[in-house]
């Protein structure tokens, strides 16, 4: 099992930066699992966002085509985190952000074994 917490949500305006993060605990250690970022807007389905992706030997990024070169998405194993940094946020960015796990990626569809809370973020115009 594996527990993940999300943090570092708030109100900021358009064109600035928020730094989120998402603390995983448990009986394993989640240095081999995959990890990303997910959000949900009001009345929409929930989407991704970024994850870095283990492949055996290392981490690759990925990134939904609405935030590169926006966000940026990195972890700290020593400290079993994960974060993404947002810069030039828009209004359009606002949501609750879900962080997700899973040992097998399933890819850019919310279908991760573990999830987050949620955090939620506003961005104002």
């Known amino acids: 099992q594996v527990q993940l917490v999300e943090s570092g949500g708030g109100l900021v305006q358009a064109g600035g930066s928020l730094r989120l993060s998402c603390a995983a605990s448990g009986r394993t250690s989640t240095y081999s699992y995959s990890m990303g970022w997910f959000r949900q807007a009001l009345g929409k389905e929930r989407e991704f966002v970024a994850a870095?992706?283990?492949?055996?030997?290392?981490?690759?990024?990925d990134y939904a085509d609405s935030v590169k070169g926006r966000f940026t998405i990195s972890r700290d194993n020593a400290k079993n985190t994960v974060y993404l940094q947002m810069n030039s946020l828009k209004p359009e960015d606002t949501a609750v952000y879900y962080c997700?796990?899973?040992?097998?990626?399933?890819?850019?569809?919310?279908?991760?074994?573990?999830w987050g809370q949620g955090t939620q973020v506003t961005v104002s115009s």
């Open positions: 997700a796990a899973d040992r097998r990626w399933p890819g850019r569809k919310p279908e991760h074994d573990y």
């Open positions: 870095l992706v283990w492949n055996g030997i290392t981490y690759s990024e």
